[in-house]
Structure formats: structure tokens, C-alpha cells
């Protein structure tokens, strides 16, 4: 599995972003997907997963902020952020898992990893 992330830019604090991720292959459907991100000088930290059956879980920093959606017949997940604070600055990766219709997500399941894209919020 191939992952491509794309949508990333500057906006100012209090606008929203939709980012997206395609991946490659015919199994997409099975895949719990997920997005992370990573500020400058910070680890890598979860941010939100949806499973193949379409349930979804957030940080609780972007809790009631950002939705994470999937477009199987495209291939893609979406994160949609809304209220983008400067905290939120980061490179956003999307990651698969397996593809083994996982009931479970944890971070050590997410296997396949996009490049990355850079959101960078001003204040």
C-alpha cells in the first residue's frame, strides 16, 4: 500500500483545512486508517483513525475540531480541521494498518506511512 498525502498550506488560526490521502491498490476498504502528526522538535503523536467500518477516534487535542472521513470509492481519507489553532502546525502523515478488518487501532498497527504535509497555522 502506497500512501499520498496532499492538502497541506498556511492559513491563519481560527480557519479550517481538509487534507487528504490516496492510496494505491484494490484493499483500501480494509484498512483502518489514521492520521499523525509531528511538530518541529516534538515526537510523532496520534491525531485521529477510522476503521474500515467507518468508526472513528480522536485525540483529545483535536476533539470536536478536526473529523476524519473515507471515500472508499476513492481511495482516500480526508481530515477535515476546523478552529486550527498554532498549535497544530505539524507535518500530518496518514498510516494503514494491515488491512485485516482490525476492530482494534493503536498506533503500533499502522504499518504503511505517507510522506507527509505540512500544515502551518499563523496566529
Known sequence: VQLQASGGGLVQAG????????????TFSRHNMGWFRQA????????????????TVYADSVKGRFTISRDNAKNTVYLEMNSLKPEDTAVYYCAADQGHYDSAVAERRFVY???????????
Open 40 to 55: 518541529p522538535g516534538k515526537e510523532r503523536e496520534f491525531v485521529a483513525a477510522i476503521t474500515w467500518s467507518s468508526s
Open 113 to 123: 506511512w505517507g510522506q507527509g504535509t505540512l500544515v502551518t497555522v499563523s496566529s
Open 15 to 26: 480557519t479550517s483545512l481538509r487534507i487528504s490521502c490516496t492510496a494505491s491498490g484494490r
